[in-house]
């Protein structure tokens, strides 16, 4: 592949010919667990978390209902950081001007305007819409106004939550690295430790979990020695 085509369908930014043909279809943007205080205790008091997909910086909260919201980072008043902004009952306070929005990107409150002012029903934040399933949520990131399409009927969205785990991590390449790796048995044996020849019967899955050979960051040991959930199906998350 060529240079030139390389940046073509590599490069997944704003303004991007493959980041354009990538808006039209769902893409994960968090795990639900990642708001569990059980899991994270600094979620119990401000469940806001500063986002980036597909080159853009987003901001992700849920309100007091339990509803989502995944809004533009940059505050459409004077541009100040959203991600900072305070998480008041049902919206997201900037932290500038105080002005308040919902899950919707509906400006609900603008405090330096005098009484009776319906500047608030003007403004909008942009915002992306969100489904969850199986632990994760999706965003969709197509032109304001077109319908999401629906997810994939695959198994791992039907299946009940006791066969299936989900989880993330960051990955240095970009997608198209990470999809021919995904796809690539041959490696396995030679580059996963867990791997004790070139069959792979009975081992699918495992590279979600171990670490692999050489100095990188995971957990080192025989896998027949750490707990792992049983899981007919599995989801992974790459973003």
């Known amino acids: ?28 943007v968090a795990l639900v667990d990642e708001f ?7 979620m119990a008091i401000r ?21 989502f919201g995944l809004l533009d980072r940059d505050c459409p008043h004077r541009g100040a950081d959203l991600a900072y902004g305070r998480n008041e009952g049902n919206g997201l306070r900037c932290p500038f ?25 003007r403004v909008r934040q942009r915002n ?9 949520l999706f965003g969709w990131f197509g032109p304001e106004g077109q319908t ?18 989900a989880f993330k991590g960051l990955w240095h390449c970009n997608w198209l690295q990470a999809f021919e790796v995904g796809i690539d048995p041959a490696h396995a044996s030679y580059l996963h430790r867990f791997f004790k020849d ?13 670490a692999s050979a050489g100095d990188v960051q995971g957990e080192r040991g025989p896998m027949s020695k750490r707990p792992a959930v049983p899981s007919r199906f599995s989801i ?3 973003s």
């Open 36 to 42: 569990n205080p059980a899991l994270d205790p600094r």
């Open 148 to 165: 999401p399409p629906p997810l994939p009927a695959i198994d791992a969205f039907s299946a009940p939550a006791t066969h299936t785990f």
């Open 47 to 67: 469940p806001v978390k500063a986002v980036r997909v597909l080159g853009q910086d987003l901001v992700l909260f849920r309100n007091e209902q339990g509803a």
């Open 128 to 136: 992306y819409p969100l489904i969850e399933r199986s632990g994760i």
């Open 1 to 28: 592949m060529k240079a030139e085509q390389n940046e073509l369908v590599t490069r997944i930014g704003p303004g991007t010919a493959c980041g354009a043909v990538m808006r039209h279809y769902r893409q994960p």
């Open 236 to 238: 992974y998350a790459c």
């Open 97 to 121: 001007h105080g002005w308040k929005f919902d899950v919707t990107g509906q400006c609900t409150e603008t405090p330096a305007e005098p009484v009776g002012s319906t500047l608030c029903q």
């Open 198 to 210: 070139e069959s792979l019967e009975g081992s699918y899955g495992r590279q979600f979990r171990g």
